[in-house]
């Protein structure tokens, strides 16, 4: 995947910068105006990014949804259909168990 994911389409006046500390178990505190403008909940997992001397964490549900959407859109566009993907899912699958394990498909 050669496009960065757009994760959040928003005007520059929902940017904030806020110091977060780190506690004596490694945990961080997420403030809870944060947490709601994000709809990160207790249980919800984030994705850990590290580019450099960056760190970044982002809602599993964010990611997974601008990800989705990008490729619904790619399928879209090579006029590919769900069924498609799932039949060539399935081709795939069949032909790793049978170059894995040629002795349990009588190759």
């Given at each position: 995947?050669?496009?960065?994911?757009?994760?959040?389409?928003?005007?520059?006046?929902?940017?904030?910068?806020?110091?977060?500390t780190?506690s004596?178990?490694?945990?961080?505190?997420?403030?809870?105006?944060?947490?709601?403008?994000?709809?990160?909940?207790?249980?919800?997992?984030?994705?850990?990014?590290?580019?450099?001397?960056c760190?970044?964490?982002?809602?599993?549900?964010?990611?997974?949804?601008?990800?989705?959407?990008?490729?619904?859109?790619?399928?879209?566009?090579?006029?590919?259909?769900?069924?498609?993907?799932?039949?060539?899912?399935?081709?795939?699958?069949?032909?790793?168990?049978?170059?894995?394990?040629?002795?349990?498909?009588?190759?």
């Amino acid at each position: 995947m050669g496009t960065r994911p757009n994760l959040a389409r928003h005007r520059a006046s929902d940017d904030h910068l806020q110091t977060l500390t780190v506690s004596s178990k490694g945990q961080i505190t997420i403030p809870a105006d944060t947490r709601q403008k994000l709809k990160i909940d207790k249980g919800t997992r984030l994705l850990e990014i590290v580019v450099g001397e960056c760190l970044m964490y982002v809602p599993e549900h964010a990611y997974l949804n601008q990800l989705f959407e990008s490729l619904s859109e790619s399928l879209r566009r090579a006029n590919v259909t769900t069924e498609d993907l799932l039949a060539d899912i399935e081709e795939h699958k069949g032909e790793t168990f049978r170059e894995l394990y040629p002795n349990l498909t009588g190759e």
